[in-house]
T-cell receptor
Framework: GAVVSQHPSRVICKSGTSVKIECRSL??????MFWYRQFPKKSLMLMAT?????????EQGVEKDKFLINHASLTLSTLTVTSAHPEDSSFYIC??????????????FGPGTRLTVL | GENVEQHPSTLSVQEGDSAVIKCTYS??????FPWYKQELGKRPQLIID?????GEKKDQRIAVTLNKTAKHFSLHITETQPEDSAVYFCAASRGFGNEKLTFGTGTRLTIIP
């Protein structure tokens, strides 16, 4: 159990276009999902916390109008990178908190999306 | 906010030997400490976690120790195998209700056959 999927796995887009990334919890309900960004050989940097049915909470320095997050259901959160530029190229990973009583702290990660902006 | 430091950044050990990775954290309210293993281009995989009401936890060849007074926790891997080669991240959070994880900078572990 506790599987998180992410789609697409890779995307290449032109500068100025928008890209949507989906994160799904497949076998559990996730009231909270998290979006991270990871540069090559670097750690995971939290971008925002996504709560089902409410606005996302963004970390300092993350532009909320550029990285739009929607958490419309207990199993789906989306991240849209708007007007993408080459500096937005990165590995984006989501995680979902397993809300079951005995695992309230545990986060499970999706496989990541490698975004390349030309 | 929380700051998590991780050492060493790279570690090479002979197959069969033990590996130890150490992390320190700054937020005394943190009470949940997971360890993740990430292979190249793959997702981080939870390998073990510990909560602040426990000083040590073991799962086969992997163990984690926590010293709340000193605000540090460590990952111990015994009888290392080539498949243990990966990047390991420690993390800390305040736990339920405030689950935001702050990650360490990672340790690249290489097991030498």
């Amino acid at each position: 159990g506790a599987v998180v999927s992410q789609h697409p796995s890779r995307v290449i887009c032109k500068s100025g276009t928008s890209v949507k990334i989906e994160c799904r919890s497949l076998d559990f309900q996730a009231t909270t999902m998290f979006w991270y960004r990871q540069f090559p050989k670097k750690s995971l940097m939290l971008m925002a916390t996504s709560n089902e049915g409410s606005k996302a909470t963004y970390e300092q320095g993350v532009e909320k109008d550029k990285f739009l997050i929607n958490h419309a259901s207990l199993t789906l959160s989306t991240l849209t990178v708007t007007s993408a530029h080459p500096e937005d190229s990165s590995f984006y990973i989501c995680s979902a908190r397993d809300g079951r009583a005995d695992r309230t702290d545990t986060q499970y990660f999706g496989p990541g999306t490698r975004l390349t902006v030309l | 906010g929380e700051n998590v430091e991780q050492h060493p950044s790279t570690l090479s050990v002979q197959e069969g030997d033990s590996a130890v990775i150490k992390c320190t954290y700054s937020d005394s309210a943190s009470n949940y400490f997971p360890w993740y293993k990430q292979e190249l281009g793959k997702r981080p995989q939870l390998i073990i976690d510990i909560r602040s009401n426990v000083g040590e936890k073991k799962d086969q060849r992997i163990a984690v120790t926590l010293n709340k007074t000193a605000k540090h926790f460590s990952l111990h891997i015994t009888e290392t195998q080539p498949e243990d080669s990966a990047v390991y991240f420690c993390a800390a959070s305040r736990g339920f209700g405030n689950e935001k994880l702050t990650f360490g900078t990672g340790t690249r572990l290489t097991i030498i056959p």
